[in-house]
T-cell receptor, first 111, second 112 residues
Framework: RKEVEQDPGPFNVPEGATVAFNCTYS??????FFWYRQDCRKEPKLLMS???SGNEDGRFTAQLNRASQYISLLIRDSKLSDSATYLC????????????FGAGTRLFVKA | NAGVTQTPKFRVLKTGQSMTLLCAQD?????MYWYRQDPGMGLRLIHY???????AKGEVPDGYNVSRLKKQNFLLGLESAAPSQTSVYFC???????????FGPGTRLTVL
């Protein structure tokens, strides 16, 4: 089983739609959680950190459920420019610091 | 600030050839990483460094070597390239482990 698992998609949604991505992680000692965005043939860039209390940045909302070991990302009012791959990232510091990247979920927003 | 830069951007090698990928960062970050990214797989850590003069193995270190002689530079070497090393290579750096990682633009390597 992969340490961080995501639905690869692709998710095809119309502009203005709300779309949600989930990510599960296997190590309960995981400490930090992030969503990165990666455009086609570009490098990953941080979209937002994920906090236990949940956090929002404009149209984006991230939530963490430690008990069930999953992270979610909700995008409201999708824009064409949201088309990208979204990477779930988990870090843990027990037994040696480690950052694990999910394989990513592809999103296509169409007009 | 240029952030994280990588050279070259593209390279084609023949099996058995060697090459060095250069990563440079101007953010005074202690931690630097080399990843490879293949279709359908997440970024996989090849080697990393927690400071000048130190290196450590990551998840997939075989066939690669690294050096961090200066804080701002992290070099990745392929001594004898194999087709299985065809991939996109990303360098990243961060100020503290567990914080945001800043990535370079990547190097697309094809080994024939």
């Amino acid at each position: 089983r992969k340490e961080v698992e995501q639905d690869p998609g692709p998710f095809n949604v119309p502009e203005g739609a709300t779309v949600a991505f989930n990510c599960t992680y296997s190590n309960s000692a995981s400490q930090s959680f992030f969503w990165y965005r990666q455009d086609c043939r570009k490098e990953p860039k941080l979209l937002m950190s994920v906090y236990s209390s949940g956090n929002e940045d404009g149209r984006f909302t991230a939530q963490l459920n430690r008990a069930s070991q999953y992270i979610s990302l909700l995008i409201r009012d999708s824009k064409l420019s949201d088309s990208a791959t979204y990477l779930c990232v988990v870090t843990k510091g027990t037994g040696g610091f480690k950052t694990i990247f999910g394989a990513g979920t592809r999103l296509f927003v169409k007009a | 600030n240029a952030g994280v830069t990588q050279t070259p951007k593209f390279r084609v090698l023949k099996t058995g050839q060697s090459m060095t990928l250069l990563c440079a960062q101007d953010m005074n970050h202690e931690y630097m990483y080399w990843y490879r990214q293949d279709p359908g797989m997440g970024l996989r850590l090849i080697h990393y460094s927690v400071g000048e003069g130190t290196t450590a193995k990551g998840e997939v270190p075989d066939g690669y070597n690294v050096s961090r002689l200066k804080k701002q530079n992290f070099l990745l070497g392929l001594e004898s390239a194999a087709p299985s090393q065809t991939s996109v290579y990303f360098c990243a750096s961060t100020y503290l482990q567990g914080n945001e990682q800043f990535f370079g633009p990547g190097t697309r390597l094809t080994v024939l």
